[in-house]
């Protein structure tokens, strides 16, 4: 027998647990599978439980910790009723109603599903990654900076995330080296300027890594040049990626209308799938504006949609 | 009864890894490690259901960082299963207690 609720949230970051909060007062008690921990973004809370301060969040002048905030919401969601189930939901079948998923052999029913699976971080693609992974190759500058302490290393990404964890890592690296494929950053600002006022970074511009050295741990990386094709050595015994995102939507091939790289689509203005009475919001069905605050205020048109549409059941 | 887990430090380390009747599953970690927090209560959970099939112990990087450069570890959550005191298994990265199970299932009795 299914496990019925009137609404099911899959994935927890701003996006997800707003989408409880807002249910679960107006007493529609949702079932929220958050998913299970990792060392990527796709986790229970989302890209933010990676991120140290997050100072864009509004009505916290001083900042707050991403995790912290996410734990916040989450028991915010959860005062009001929100259940939470710790794992990754394995199937999903949306072709009738109820709609249906399943966690492994459990199967649960809902009236009403949310989508709010986030996106996760994206590796290079070299065949050594795996190799090295946990062993001076990493996508958690937070958790592992702390093993660098000065050495030097490298970042490779030009978009906030890079900058914010270039920035992050010089708490304890000797040197910063930050690739950058272009021959400028995508990143804000903001964050440019402190990054370029920061002397222990130095930019690496027009460059991919395109082999990473080391049997048993990073001891170096190859570059090549984007322009000439040229290769460089660069030595360093730490390796950080932060190449951008892919959606968490492997789930939903075949059953959710996506484009093709892979974000859900939705009805213009709305959080409306082409499947009545699925929802979709955060970055899984957003590739351009991808923050908190965004996620968090598309967690909530899901929930207002979802609901309005619940009513009109029947 | 929840079976605790075994606070490691300089002190215990090798007497405790060398003296375990059970496998012992070490989890470095560190208070600022999100993943860490994580996992953490998948290891309690463990440390309980399994109590006296296998030992939970968790040392703190910060505190013990010689002891994480002894077995060179460079990244938490590290999980380091040591079998009548050798390293039998090293697990890097958070995972969720399927998936964590399914890699201890060769050092767990057959129950099901």
């Given at each position: 027998m299914a496990i019925h609720h009137k609404v099911l949230i899959i994935g927890s970051g701003p996006a997800g647990l707003t989408a409880a909060i807002y249910t679960a007062r107006a007493g529609l008690l949702p079932l929220v599978i958050e998913g299970e921990p990792s060392?990527?973004?796709?986790?229970?809370?989302?890209?933010?439980?990676?991120?140290?301060?997050?100072?864009?969040?509004?009505?916290?002048p001083e900042g707050i910790m991403g995790p912290e905030l996410m734990t916040r919401c989450r028991e915010q969601a959860a005062r009001f009723g929100a259940e939470f189930i710790?794992?990754?939901?394995t199937r999903v079948d949306?072709?009738?109603?109820p709609f249906r998923a399943w966690v492994r052999e459990t199967e649960y029913s809902a009236d009403s599903v949310i989508v709010s699976t986030g996106a996760q971080s994206l590796m290079l693609g070299l065949p050594e990654e795996p190799r090295l992974i946990g062993h001076g190759l990493s996508t958690c500058a937070t958790c592992d900076g702390f093993f660098f302490r000065g050495q030097e290393i490298a970042v490779v990404g030009g978009g906030d995330s890079a900058l914010e964890e270039a920035q992050f890592l010089t708490r304890f690296a000797s040197k910063v080296h930050l690739i950058v494929r272009r021959d400028a950053l995508r990143a804000s600002k903001i964050m440019q300027e402190r990054a370029l006022a920061n002397e222990k970074i130095s930019i690496i511009w027009n460059s991919t890594v395109s082999k990473i050295h080391g049997d048993d741990k990073v001891a170096g990386v190859e570059l090549t040049n984007t322009q000439t094709g040229a290769t460089s050595e660069l030595g360093v015994t730490g390796l950080f990626i932060a190449i951008g995102h892919r959606p968490n939507t492997d789930l939903f091939k075949g059953v959710l209308d996506m484009e093709d790289s892979g974000y859900l689509i939705t009805k213009p203005g709305s959080t409306y799938t082409n499947i009545d009475g699925v929802f979709a919001c955060g970055d899984v069905q957003d590739?351009?504006?991808?923050q908190a605050i965004t996620a968090a205020g598309s967690g909530c048109m899901a929930a207002l949609d979802s609901e309005r549409w619940l009513e009109h059941q029947h | 009864m929840a079976q605790s887990i075994t606070t490691l430090t300089s002190a215990n380390f090798d007497e405790t890894i060398g003296s375990s009747d059970t496998p012992i599953l070490v989890d470095f970690w560190a208070e600022w490690c999100g993943p860490c927090k994580a996992i953490a209560p998948v290891l309690a959970e463990i440390a309980t259901e399994q109590a006296g099939n296998i030992t939970i112990a968790k040392l703190n990087v910060d505190d013990f960082g010689d002891i994480a450069m002894r077995f060179n570890v460079m990244s938490i959550p590290t999980l380091i299963v040591f079998n009548k005191g050798e390293v039998a298994k090293r697990l890097v990265g958070a995972v969720g207690k399927g998936k964590l199970l399914q890699e201890l299932a060769e050092f767990l009795p057959n129950s099901h």
């Open positions: 060392s990527t973004s796709d986790q229970p809370g989302g890209q933010l439980m990676l991120t140290t301060e997050v100072e864009n969040f509004p009505g916290f710790t794992e990754k939901v949306f072709s009738s109603r590739h351009t504006y991808r | -």
